[in-house]
């Protein structure tokens, strides 16, 4: 994302632009400022070390963008650029645009990823809207962009805007922010004036006020989509809470005009469209979110809460111990809110997540504390007790309140009352097993509560927080369950047991789903299920390229029983199975019997074909709350997965004598290998070596049996492990590329941060570049080399993989009949060749266009 400084002689004049620059982008935009200089005497000046400093806060290679004032301010930004090296240098632009116009309409532009120029065009057109308002000669709207789509060609919705003061600033933003999240050409007119809807200045321009009625014309792959999400930003008064909440009325329009929301008709005479990202029936209760797992869904809502049991007043001998339990408690809940807070914060952003810092707020709040201590030393009452007196008492205090936005924050002081109760009752997660099959509503969920869902219960997923890459997405889409994530907070006004639609390949929520919607979902469902069918059947046979090249297809699975949907989809092994799951949501770590138990499970049902175990991989995204792994700034980067292990062999011990009792299974050897996760050294390798030949040592000595000629292999997801492929490869009997770490490392962008998202990818040349040399090492040594990252599993990407030289794909189940059918597509050549122009690729937008183009 572009950064911005503002260069100011008065740092209350700078600080004063970053407030309202902040505003209108929700804090989402990296902004540094530079004001006034460092002498209380005479504060008015710029300073070029200052503007050196505010570069070097927000600088990345997308560009930074400096916006100054007048007089020295210029040539003391000319004076830093002139110390930036040279590399850096070339990303950082002076602005020749107002300093207050230009850095709201920079910031809300950069906020919707535009690049450099784009946000400097922007900048300096700012003042048109303002030439505008006192009556002079507007810019033309669309001077500076293409050609406005053509009615004809693009989906339309027309909206009246009921907002009081129309689409000014914010809701202007708004706005824009919102069509730039999509790669359809969007535009807007209003009357005979049309502008790009990804600009603040043209938007601004058209003068929108209250009432008047505007048409959005979407055109590009994801038009629909666009349309929709723009109609919810309407229906939502366009985010302002400061004026009376009126619907919006729209209607719908596809070429011929024969749809209309407005009024529910529609044209009987022509069929529904079976894909709903190509039907204009755009309705107005609406939610986006992020698509995770693919497939639609109408039932009723069930929240993912746990029951809490009756709490139950008893004496105490000890009131000091029960003030304790109490203390522990609360702030075992304030570490829970910090780490949702952190996460949504990167996911939906930090206005969205503020709701977490008013839970923090209330959990710190020394009044409720100190009552519920009083309670508990005045009565010897019990910490459940005490705590729930007071709070439910709070509780009913703001439920009394005239206020309607007060009265709602009693939900928020029961939700966090029963977070401690959680605690301190020690209450089990909630059942999944609903009295009907429902569509599961949750504020985010762990993997483990993930792999808990049965298929035939949850009929879909939909959750506040979460991306498309975290695990509870990838084990959604290896249930073949229909998935939803970061919808929000707007997700909690979903009442219990209300009838929603979900649509899980284009991210839509709809809250009220009407009968027509309803019996366009059944006709999709049927469809989809019919699509299941065949593809498990087209699923069976070996994936074979045109000049009978074969590749082994596995599945990645997350416990026994996804063992089965494996092989119904075609599964020729298992590639990954993530034994983390068996580790989770329990209070201390599974025994070696619980463990062997479930290893053996799984390989009963792969018979002689192969089962590779990944060791235990916690740390990151995957915390133990009974394994203190400590508090790390970054722990992507900390003490995980192997490098955890080989500190605590009281636990890894027990799970590498389980794996190898589990490779001689009712009285004969099974395929089943063992792989060590994010080796980054040739000594972490030994090590882990060493502490197996222990298990094996301790196992023949007990007189217990296991397969001697076990495999052994290593996950490559780690840069150095690259590096060092041909010292790793002599070593082990195999490699699996875990393309999901290896992205984030390789192009240092968090996989869950949203601002650095378009750099995440696995198709980045540099990523491609990484997996071509750990296969040429792999192969030199005469081993074989797979992938059981997400991007084994995107059709779009085998040609690539093929061709880089993986001998093995392991992906999430339903994946299995699209990849195996990608193959067969093929002959070795090709691939080669694709892969070739695919290296040789500028970017991971190239690389998709490459392939798509196919």
């Given at each position: ?11 209350r ?17 990296p902004?540094?400022?530079a ?8 504060p ?5 070390m200052?503007?050196?400093?505010a ?18 301010a210029?040539?003391?930004a ?20 107002p ?13 919707v ?24 000669e507007p810019e ?8 406005p ?9 027309v909206?009246?805007?009921r ?6 600033a ?21 009357g005979?004036?049309?502008a ?21 014309i ?10 929709a999400?723009?109609?919810a ?12 909440q ?22 009987q ?19 986006p979110?992020?698509?995770a797992s ?40 304030r ?25 923090q ?24 007790a ?10 009913a205090?703001?439920a ?13 002081i029961?939700d966090?009352s ?15 097993d ?6 599961l ?40 369950i ?5 919808l ?62 074969r ?11 996804d ?12 590639g990954l199975?993530?034994?983390e799951?068996l580790f989770?949501?329990?209070?201390q ?14 390989a ?8 590779i ?6 740390g990151?995204?995957k ?11 970054n722990?992507?980067?900390?003490w ?24 001689h ?25 060493e ?11 007990e ?29 082990v ?8 770490d290896?992205?984030q ?15 995440a ?5 540099a ?14 040594a ?30 999430s ?15 070795l ?8 122009e ?17």
């Open positions: 994302m572009v950064g911005l400084v503002i260069v100011s002689h008065s740092a004049l700078a600080e004063g632009v970053r407030e309202l620059a902040e505003q209108m982008t929700q804090g989402r935009v902004l540094a400022v004001g006034g200089i460092d002498d209380a005497d005479n008015i000046g710029t300073d070029a200052k503007v050196m400093e570069i070097d806060a927000v600088y990345s290679d997308d560009g930074v963008v400096i916006l100054m004032d007048l007089g020295s210029l040539l003391s000319e004076t830093a650029l002139d110390f930036l090296p040279d590399e850096q240098r070339a990303n950082v632009f002076l602005s020749k645009a300093l207050v116009e230009g850095a709201m309409a920079a910031a809300v532009q950069a906020m990823g535009a690049p450099v120029k784009m946000v400097l065009a922007e900048a300096e057109s700012a003042l048109a809207v303002k030439r505008e308002q006192l009556g002079g033309p709207a669309t001077s500076s962009t293409e050609p789509v053509a009615a004809e060609t693009g989906r339309q919705i909206l009246r805007v907002n009081r003061l129309g689409l000014h914010r809701p202007a933003a708004r706005f824009v922010t919102t069509a730039g999240q999509f790669a359809a050409d969007i535009r807007v007119t209003k005979d004036r049309a790009n809807a990804k600009s603040i200045n043209q938007v601004a321009t058209l003068g929108v006020r209250q009432g008047d009625e505007i048409t959005i979407c055109a590009g792959p994801d038009a629909a989509a666009a349309l999400a723009l109609q930003l309407a229906d939502d008064n366009f985010g302002d809470r400061d004026s009376e009126y619907s919006v009325s729209s209607r719908s329009v596809d070429q011929s005009g024969k749809y209309s929301v407005g009024s529910g008709s529609v044209d005479s022509q069929p529904l469209e079976t894909d709903l990202l190509n039907t204009d029936l755009l309705l107005t209760d609406l939610l979110g992020i698509p693919p497939g639609v869904a109408v039932g009723p809502a069930a929240f993912y809460r746990p029951r809490l049991p009756d709490v139950v007043a008893r004496q105490v001998a000890d009131p000091a111990a029960e003030w304790q339990r109490l203390q522990e408690a609360v702030d075992a809940a570490a829970e809110i910090d780490a949702l807070h952190r996460q949504a914060v990167t996911q939906v952003g930090r206005s969205e997540a503020a709701i977490f810092e008013a839970h707020l209330f959990l710190s709040d020394p009044t409720t504390l100190d009552a519920a201590r009083e309670i508990i030393f005045a009565e010897s009452l019990n910490a459940e005490a705590w729930q007196r007071e709070t439910n008492a709070l509780a205090t703001f009394g309140m005239e206020d309607e936005y007060m009265r709602a924050r009693a939900a928020d029961e966090i029963q977070r401690v109760l959680r605690r301190l009752l020690g209450v089990e997660p909630p059942s999944l609903f009295a009907e099959p429902s569509v509503i949750a504020t985010d969920l762990t993997p483990s509560d993930t792999a808990r869902l049965d298929p035939k219960r949850v009929l879909a997923i939909c959750t506040e927080l979460g991306g498309a890459t975290g695990h509870s997405a990838i084990l959604a889409r290896a249930l073949g229909p998935a939803i994530v970061g929000g907070p707007k997700i909690r006004q979903v009442a219990e047991g209300q009838r929603v639609a979900v649509d899980g390949d284009s991210g839509a929520l709809w809250l009220s789903p009407d009968e027509t919607l309803v019996a366009q979902f059944a006709r999709r469902r049927d469809a989809w299920q019919d699509a299941q069918r065949r593809a498990k059947a087209v699923g069976q046979a070996a994936a074979v390229t045109r000049d009978g090249h590749v082994e297809i596995a599945a990645n699975i997350g416990g026994p029983r063992a089965t949907s494996a092989l119904e989809f075609g599964a020729e092994g298992v199975f993530r034994t799951f989770m949501d329990r209070p770590a599974p025994t070696e019997e619980e463990q062997l138990d479930a290893y053996r499970q799984a009963r049902h792969m018979r002689d074909r192969p089962l175990i990944r060791t235990l991989d916690v990151g995204d915390p133990l709350p009974y394994l203190d792994l400590g508090e790390e700034a722990p992507f980067l900390g995980r997965a192997i490098r955890f292990c080989l500190e605590r062999p009281d636990i890894f011990m027990p799970q590498l004598r389980a794996i190898l009792r589990a490779s299974t009712d009285g004969a050897p099974l395929n089943v290998k063992v792989m060590f996760p994010m080796i980054g050294t040739l000594t972490e390798l030994c090590r882990a070596k502490m197996l030949e222990t298990a094996r040592r301790e196992l023949r000595e007189g217990l049996p296991f397969n001697e000629q076990m495999e052994v292999g290593i996950m490559i997801e780690v840069p150095s492990a690259v590096a060092v492929a041909d010292q790793l490869a002599r070593e009997d195999f490699f699996s590329i875990g393309t999901n290896l992205t490392y390789v192009m240092a962008a968090d996989r869950g941060n949203a601002r650095v998202s378009g750099l990818s696995a198709f980045q040349p990523v491609l570049r990484m997996i071509r040399d750990a296969a040429a090492a792999a192969h030199e005469g081993i074989w080399i797979g992938m059981c990252g997400e991007l084994a599993g995107n059709p779009l990407a085998t040609p690539v993989l093929l061709g880089l030289g993986l001998d093995e794909l392991s992906m189940a339903p994946a299995i009949p699209a990849v195996k059918e990608a193959v067969r597509n093929l002959t050549d090709e691939a080669r060749r694709i892969a070739g695919a290296l040789a690729a500028g970017s991971a937008e190239a690389v998709m266009t490459l392939l798509g183009n196919r």
